[in-house]
């Protein structure tokens, strides 16, 4: 494919803070750190992974709840290029800066201390609505939460497609059993369907078991150009593929999201990903999902073509989507159970089941990793691979 951005780049070091540790001392009324301390945190950790000088790194993508310039003083880095971007944007806008010549090893570094410093998802003061309208639009009529979308979003697509309850719940099961052999997962006790549907509705049809969790924490990945990451010492994980396609027409009236459940979107992507990896959704071995809610997963499965659509319901059933059986999906607990950071652990999980590193929860032979995302309209999509 013509400026092609497979093999490029790859990870050649992952990092995170101390979730479990953290979570604990938050819930005892601490706070360890703050987004800058929890970011620090993983880039130290990403940079020992790595086996490469901190004066290698010339390029720097920081999440939203930090400042770029600030961050790059404080790990001591006086990089020649660099940003601002969500998880997914910052690994394809490092693949870019690679191909571009902008810079030959990006560190990407995300901090948040959004549940000690009790940031606000809902309600009046609801985080986000500057960037994204869709977040507030309909705040004049009280409806703020996230959840509330969401549920909205879920009894529509139940309806229409037919989805069941117990057949969602099997999506809060099978990250469960993922977590309950991860430990770095902060909810590790596995739950059956039958503990998912007695479960209180938060906003139904939505249960507590298909929320995200909320809490701080730190994630950092740096990625090398192929050729410098091959010389780095040890063996790199490479982007094979990434795609991304945006819905904006109705955008801030969440008309994407209602609608058509982001399907025209996840489609298109699926084209480009999958073309650019000269892959296919039969080659993949684990899956990762963006989770603020458990519905983004059936969303994702019919629109990557995993099942036909409206056949989510019945390939979590039936096929499978947990590391007992069929497709392993958020194969470390994903948002659900292990940590909230914003996709940003999806991506480190991904880096860990190709490079082996999976311990209890590893996916046997695991050689290619999908990462979808699919927020505010954007669809965006990952293919790392050994």
Same mark, same amino acid.
């Given at each position: ?48 992974? +790595? ?9 720097? $993508? ?36 690679? &191909?571009? *010549?902008?810079?030959? /090893? ?9 549940? +000690? ?50 057949? %969602? ?6 990250? &469960? ?16 369907? @039958? ?6 509705? $938060? ?13 701080? *924490? ?15 010492? &040890? ?6 593929? /990434? ?43 684990? %899956?990762?999902?963006?989770? +603020? ?5 059936? %969303? ?48 480190? @999980? ?22 979808? +995302? ?13």
């Amino acid at each position: 494919m013509t400026g092609s951005l497979s093999g490029v780049a790859s990870v050649i070091g992952i990092g995170q803070s101390d979730w479990v540790g953290d979570h604990k001392r938050v819930r005892a009324g601490e706070r360890p750190h703050d987004s800058y301390g929890y970011g620090a945190q993983a880039f130290l950790s990403a940079l020992a992974d +790595s086996g490469i000088a901190r004066d290698e790194i010339d390029g720097l $993508i920081v999440g939203p709840t930090t400042a770029y310039e600030r961050v790059g003083e404080l790990l001591g880095l006086n990089v020649r290029w660099g940003g601002q971007a969500d998880a997914m944007t910052a690994v394809m806008e490092a693949c870019m800066a690679i &191909r571009a *010549g902008l810079a030959s /090893v990006v560190a990407l570094v995300y901090g948040n201390d959004q549940r +000690s410093a009790q940031v606000n998802y809902g309600g009046p003061d609801a985080q986000g609505g500057g960037a994204f309208l869709a977040y507030v639009y309909h705040a004049p009529w009280g409806f703020t939460s996230q959840g509330a979308l969401y549920a909205m979003m879920a009894r529509r697509y139940m309806h229409e497609r037919g989805l069941t309850q117990a057949e %969602l719940g099997e999506v809060a099961v099978a990250q &469960r059993l993922a977590a309950s052999r991860n430990p770095r997962a902060l909810m590790r006790k596995p739950i059956t369907v @039958e503990d998912y549907l007695a479960s209180p509705f $938060i906003c139904e049809p939505l249960h507590l078991f298909d929320y995200c969790l909320i809490n701080d *924490g730190g994630v950092a990945l740096i990625i090398a150009e192929a050729g410098k990451a091959r010389r780095a010492g &040890r063996a790199p994980v490479a982007i094979k593929g /990434v795609g991304r396609y945006d819905l904006n027409r109705g955008a801030t009236s969440l008309e994407p999201r209602l609608l058509d459940y982001y399907l025209p979107a996840q489609q298109a992507v699926a084209a480009q990903v999958f073309e650019m990896a000269s892959l296919g959704p039969k080659d993949m071995d684990a %899956l990762q999902i963006y989770d +603020s809610f458990s519905l983004h997963i059936p %969303l994702a499965l019919e629109g990557y073509g995993y099942c036909p659509v409206g056949g989510a319901g019945q390939f979590m059933r039936e096929t499978g989507i947990s590391l007992a059986k069929g497709l392993p999906v958020n194969t470390s607990g994903g948002h659900l159970s292990e940590s909230y950071m914003q996709g940003w652990n999806h991506q480190i @999980e991904a880096v860990r089941q190709v490079r082996g590193e999976a311990g209890d929860h590893q996916v046997e032979g695991c050689r290619h990793v999908h990462y979808s +995302s699919d927020v505010a309209g954007k669809a965006i999509s990952i293919i790392y691979g050994a």
